[in-house]
């Protein structure tokens, strides 16, 4: 009986073990370090709708991160924004502490909003040390630094600047030019110096984690690491001698403390708006901005206004056109969805047309159309025959102007659906309309974005600036064309004789260099101008990610067997230079 009871009792415990210690169950996961997000902004209303909104989404619990704003010298409404968007959000970060500052809006002895004058350098100065100071004593990990125009896009971002393991590193962000938020050299005075290796950087043809010796705008921290005990903004080290600028006093400060900062560009972390120059006003800042926002939509990540942040409607007009066209087939709405976005951004009202669809027509509908090829047409590198892309695209066109004449509009302006707008875009075209008008210039057709095939032949145009006397041209990405103009094309009869619309409209104001084309088309006279530079260019190039052509990409008009696609034709390549004898060109936008 006792050996049965031993026996029993060390079964027992081999189950359910000795020490109840032993059944707890695996440790719980270290929470994620602590950050303190530091927003200093001043006259940023238009931005920070766009950068609260990046926040919101950054992929870190809310819980470990602690906000510290401040605000100062505004004109513009960038407190009351910010105040919105605190009350709400401070119950869902750790802690926030918040430092807004009324009056003055303005600093002794600056020229205007965008001007830095050395009062504003020092205040930015001492704020960006508070907000280190505030992250100290609260024990926090890091400390992220981050522009009010500078628009974190990729949610990840904080995550894969944590990965890194660096005391100093900034994300690499894209702007509408070549700036971004570092130098790849600096001259012993503390001034910017070029190098080889900034352009390859930031164009991305290589890619990683490199030391510079300069990083601003958006940049994180690592307060963990011994050596940034001692970095500091304000006041500068003793030894200081360098330019009083916030972002070399601290670079300066990087050195001396011997703390390497770091740029990394493995990814696409988000944008940050081309700085204004001093004599720019808050609104020259916020055009910009528009401009920074169009870029986000084609390169993505796009941009996102917050949810807990008032931003009110936009008020679009036709810019003085009777009409503003943009044609899309139904069946790309991701095109359609960004240009209506672009276009109410721009604060243009367009109406939308839905494209013809080459490749939903038969053999048998283009013949109801009363479609046919003109005479003796072949692709000029490729050889092909018009395509039911080109098809399509020229109907699309042919029945706004069909549309204009039999509504009398006196003038309309017309987009396809791949257009990438440039900077100020609205006020420059208005601008050009209205010197058109006090020319009394007698037009038909002002292209907007084109491919230019001898750009240096064409003549400006007298009393109007930034126009000129159309040469052979490529693309109808866009453009603007008057009653008079639109009678002119249908008077020619095109639908009988029909080849891409790109061609066609040279021939009609005598600039094809094709004699037996133009032999087919009698009244060659349209008035035919250009934007320069152009004021719209495509989103894509043949061999990008992302383009599609859909009138190359295509089959033949009159033969659904033949598939066909941009290969072989210098059209289609940007800046490509064709064998010697074949007429140079490139890539043709489509629909």
Known sequence: MFRWSLAFLLAFSRTQCYFSEENYTEESKMQLPTVVIAIIARNAAHSLPYYLGALERLKYPKDRI????????????????????????????????????DKPTSYAGELGPKHWSNGRYEYIMKLKQ???????????????????????????TLNLLIAENKSVITPMLDSQSAYSNYWCGITPQGYYRRTAEYFPTRNRYRTGCFPVPMVHSTMLLDLRKEGTKKLAFHPPHKDYS???????VFAFSCRVSEVQMYLCNKERYGYLNVPAKPHQTVEDDRINFVHLYLEALIDGPPMYVSRYVHVPPKQTDLMGFDEIYLINLRRRPDRRER????LYELEINAKVVDAVDGAALNSSDIKILGVDILPGYNDPFSGRSLTKGEVGCFLSHYYIWKEMVDMQLDKALIFEDDVRFQGNFKWRLMQLMEEVELAELDWDIIYLGRKQVNPGQEEPVENVRNLVFAGYSYWTLSYAISLQGAQ?????????????????????YDKHPNEDYKSQFLNRNLQAYSTNPLLVQPCHYAGDPGWVSDTETSTLWDNDTVRTDWRGSYKNLKGGTP???????SYRDEL
Do not use: C
């Open 339 to 342: 240009m209506l976005w672009s």
């Open 242 to 248: 360098w330019p009083f600028d916030d972002i070399i």
């Open 579 to 585: 064998p010697a004898g074949i007429q140079s060109s």
């Open 488 to 508: 002119k094309l249908l008077n020619a009869e095109p639908l009988s004789k029909m080849l891409p619309v790109d061609e066609f409209l040279p021939i009609m």
């Open 130 to 156: 508070a907000a280190l100071n505030f992250a100290k004593k609260r024990w926090a990990d890091y400390i992220l630094y981050s522009d009010a125009d500078n628009i974190l896009t990729n949610p990840d």
């Open 66 to 101: 602690s906000i510290w704003a401040a605000t100062d010298h505004n004109i513009d409404n960038t407190t009351a924004v910010l105040r919105e968007w605190l009350t709400v959000m401070q119950q869902y970060y750790h802690y926030v502490e918040w430092r807004p500052m």
